[in-house]
């Protein structure tokens, strides 16, 4: 079992920039890819970004592409998502989830999830 707290989240304004931490707890942090997901109201949960686990490839959605950098940190067991030039429509609850190997877009591919942060950019 892995348990997963999402913190980081907040208000921002158009242009600015935050970075959302995932620290997990539980089993060995390291065998787990992490990865990012986001849900507005009334839209699907979308894919964001995803580390894999010791090798740490990275793959990003396209809507935040060469905006926002994944990133993990073993020894801390924690993973941070660096959110820049943020947008209105990056407005979201933000989730991390984890899952044994590598990471995938899917979100059925998961296997445990954290509650979830909010993050709101004002225009």
């Known amino acids: 079992q892995v348990q997963l707290v999402e913190s980081g989240g907040g208000l921002v304004q158009a242009g600015g920039s935050l970075r959302l931490s995932c620290a997990a707890s539980?089993?060995?942090?390291?065998?787990?890819?992490v990865g990012w997901f986001r849900q507005a109201p009334g839209k699907e949960r979308e894919f964001v970004a995803a580390i894999g686990s010791i090798a740490a490839s990275t793959i990003y959605g396209d809507s935040v592409k060469g905006r926002f950098t994944i990133s993990r940190d073993n020894a801390k067991n924690t993973g941070s998502l660096q959110m820049n030039n943020l947008t209105p429509e990056d407005t979201a609850v933000y989730y991390c989830?984890?899952?044994?190997?590598?990471?995938?877009?899917?979100?059925?591919?998961?296997?445990?999830w954290g509650q979830g942060t909010q993050v709101t950019v004002s225009s």
């Open positions: 539980g089993r060995t942090f390291s065998r787990y890819a």
């Open positions: 989830a984890a899952r044994e190997g590598a990471g995938y877009y899917s979100p059925t591919r998961y296997d445990y």
